[in-house]
Nanobody, 120 residues
Framework: QVQLVESGGGLVQAGGSLRLSCAAS????????MAWFRQAPGKERELVAH????????GYADSVRGRFTTSRDNIKKTLSLQMNGLKPEDTAVYYC?????????????WGQGTQVTVSS
């Protein structure tokens, strides 16, 4: 099992920045890929960014590419999401997720979520 705990959410004005963190514990050696998702009220959950744990390769949703950057620290077992140029439409609960599977695109482990609110 892998446990994930997010932190760093909050309220920020449009154009501002926030940095989210996700601390992983448990069987972290099994992690293959991690990701950030977000879910706004009344909307479906959206994949924001993903990162392969071993080589650090990343991918981003079109809506955040160029503004958000995800990174990981293999020693500290943490995942980060640096969010710049925030827009009101970025308001959502943000979740980090992890998977040990190399075959599936789904994620088995989830954090509790952290609220990000961007005011206009």
């Amino acid at each position: 099992q892998v446990q994930l705990v997010e932190s760093g959410g909050g309220l920020v004005q449009a154009g501002g920045s926030l940095r989210l963190s996700c601390a992983a514990s448990g069987r972290t050696l099994s992690i293959y890929r991690m990701a950030w998702f977000r879910q706004a009220p009344g909307k479906e959950r959206e994949l924001v960014a993903h990162i392969y744990w071993n080589d650090g390769n990343t991918g981003y949703a079109d809506s955040v590419r160029g503004r958000f950057t995800t990174s990981r620290d293999n020693i500290k077992k943490t995942l980060s999401l640096q969010m710049n140029g925030l827009k009101p439409e970025d308001t959502a609960v943000y979740y980090c997720a992890a998977t040990a599977s190399r075959l599936s695109s789904s994620y088995s482990y989830w954090g509790q979520g952290t609220q990000v609110t961007v005011s206009s």
